[in-house]
């Protein structure tokens, strides 16, 4: 294996044990991965692996192109397919799945997380969709690529773009998120967290609250993405922070 | 006693003190026993220790025939006679009683936690009941060998699998989970009091949301657990994650 | 001053630092006392004392009988009239006050904490009263001792023994509780606070759930306090412990 | 830059640490500032740079005069405009802003958190109010002054006091809070979301509970501010401490 592909099996390692460390993570549930597109591969959790335990060699390469393991040592995640078609349809260098507490909620409920502030806009431009209910024969014939393709499918039917919205939220399951690598897919897993927190407050406390206005909305996400961002320092601050 | 018994008690006591790492005690609230069935005991927590002084001396045997314990150094719980019953009824390893938050809220307003989603069917198929209230006899006369049968009762009158559901709740009071050993009792018993958490989010978001099809559910669970599974490594993963 | 009297505010002290490790204090909300009624006295937290700065010597001792300090050196809490009242109505050795969320949330919806299970049962028996809201005059003038003798006042009105349900909660304030000891008051302030998280999600569930039966409430108050009590070990296991 | 200038920019970097330890940052969200009148300045938190990462010389001095940064090392944060508008409208000495979450839900809720007791009452007398929705104008053109703007709006239309009602919600965006430094500033914004989370569960519990009479409000307020104030040791506890 190539020093590129072990620097990407550290870097993703490490976004696998971030998840817990932000208390996304209920016993060890959830997976990560992170793609060199030019080598033409992701590298995934391998299934079964405490995250007490995980290393980098437990991060199995994939063939972005066949969805194939490169290599036997470790089976990887069972979802695996279901990465495999987010990277295919999406232009995303990083994958990530939980079952965090809130957001699987939302997805328990199939209920989309709306955009109701600027915390929202500040990382999604407009709500988080739910995925339609699969059929029993996505759910009984290659189940997790048909969790991909319903992800991609609500993309479609919605037409939304997956960089203003990198986030969707699988019925009765949970969401999936992505980024420009492994570590800003973890970081959008727990936006997504800390959003579907407050939305659940605000229902409570008004279900009928207007939502902002457009305008307020893409001032937000454009402050932050895109050319005319202002926000940070003027080299090197990335999407670090928001003040 | 055994050398057998005495790791036996080791990993009760362990079992018993992650009831606490977990975040499931308030107070001193809980239990957990754990069985030895060719040896034809089950040990138990001591009763009115607190957690910060349990060793696994405090770990009373029991035998699982009579349901009277086999040491008179420690009083064994006063829930023993609930564990007894459940040993007796169904073919598990371990049991752990809890007052955890969110479980102990549904019982105490005799809701179910429904199947609402894959967390759920990864461990268990279908929803958690809640047993009927107790009768003023069965308080007052041998209340806690009641309250075990007040859980089989429950099982036998819905029809249940208590491999199926490995949980139950009791009205007005709290849940019960059992499993193959004392600490697969008490994976469960975090569990359920995470979805029981999630559940009341969904209820909140959105009241009559539809469950999963059971093709859904059945997935899940199968996918875990059984002969078919097929999450994890090939060897000595177990139980150890879903991925 | 004596050494009981000593060994007094070094307790009280700890109860008093229990409450924040107990996570029931915010900012610096919050008092506790306790009383050797054999030397006439009760010690209470100094006013304006950081919690992290706190020592025996900011432990003010009052007189039972007069309710004036019987030292300058620190002015005592602005709240110890309505610990004077309180140990003057009831046969209780310790007192705390704290400004907990969800039970002074309670106090602030002016709604009872119901007892709706055996978690509730195993240290209050029956519901938690709320008091009436407090007059002009009885807010302007003695303010503090008016609280005190608000809570009395409820008790009287209700028929409550305040051994039974050794809490209230003052209309749009907080929660009082009390026991033998400091110790025992700040134990079921935090009791108290779990039970008002949980009676939040029970009427989040169902509102109109039934609560137990009387003998069940009983049967859980009566197998850990008085003279049939037969939780925990025969000697020294007092309080300490629910299996 | 003078010695003073110095150790402000030490007090306000240290402000804006505690909204971390505080538990109020959600990423990167969140920024404080703290002004010396005499000295014609305010010192604010660069944009764009990670709490784990911040010292004293990433806090930017700007005139109070102007709203002009004083020196070009670092990009002021981007909500400067906002601050330097509070500092022009308001007797105030620092500014803290954050994104916290229930604080933040109830702006995104557009409802304001209501005065239901005494907690609330020993920091803000009565409700603290959300600012009415930008209009396009306000957010395309001057955007973070327009913030400003439009909370000196609200409290003008509303006929508040700013000493009285140290805090707003902006509508669909988060809290701004101030006080007599940066210190007092980010204590009550601690404290606005600790009313937050507590008004939540009052209007899950009673929706239409009665708010408290304002004679017990204004008791308390006075309790702790201004000339009459009781509580504390007689000198040096300052707004450390209620008891």
């Given at each position: 294996m190539s020093l590129l592909a072990e620097a990407l099996r550290e870097r993703?390692?490490?976004?696998?044990?971030?998840?817990?460390?932000?208390?996304?993570?209920?016993?060890?549930?959830?997976?990560?991965?992170?793609?060199?597109?030019?080598?033409?591969?992701?590298?995934?959790?391998?299934?079964?692996?405490?995250?007490?335990?995980?290393?980098?060699?437990?991060?199995?390469?994939?063939?972005?192109?066949?969805g194939l393991p490169l290599e036997t040592r470790f089976r990887p995640s069972?979802?695996?397919?279901?990465?495999?078609?987010i990277y295919r349809a999406?232009?995303?260098?990083?994958?990530?799945?939980?079952?965090?507490?809130?957001?699987?909620?939302?997805?328990?409920?199939?209920?989309?997380?709306?955009?109701?502030?600027?915390?929202?806009a500040d990382y999604f431009r407009g709500t988080i969709p739910v995925t339609r209910p699969m059929t029993s024969e996505e759910v009984q014939t290659d189940y997790e690529r048909n969790t991909g393709?319903?992800?991609?499918?609500?993309?479609?039917?919605?037409?939304?773009?997956?960089?203003?919205?990198?986030a969707a939220l699988v019925a009765n399951h949970g969401p999936f998120t992505w980024g420009r690598d492994a570590s800003e897919a973890v970081e959008r897993a727990a936006v997504l967290e800390y959003l579907a927190r407050m939305e659940r407050t605000r229902r409570l406390l008004d279900p009928d609250a207007s939502p902002p206005e457009d305008y307020l909305v893409?001032?937000?996400?454009?402050?932050k993405h895109g050319k005319d961002a202002y926000y940070g320092q003027k080299r090197g601050a990335g999407r670090s922070s928001l003040t």
């Open positions: 993703v390692c490490r976004a696998n044990l971030d998840l817990v460390a932000r208390g996304l993570v209920m016993e060890t549930f959830g997976n990560v991965s992170g793609a060199d597109r030019d080598g033409g591969i992701f590298v995934i959790k391998a299934s079964g692996v405490p995250y007490d335990q995980l290393t980098a060699e437990h991060m199995v390469p994939i063939s972005i192109e066949t069972s979802d695996t397919p279901t990465h495999h078609e999406f232009s995303c260098g990083g994958v990530a799945h939980t079952h965090s507490e809130y957001a699987t909620a939302f997805a328990q409920a199939r209920t989309p997380v709306l955009c109701m502030g600027t915390t929202h393709l319903v992800i991609i499918e609500t993309f479609e039917t919605l037409g939304l773009s997956a960089e203003d919205v990198a893409n001032k937000h996400f454009n402050r």
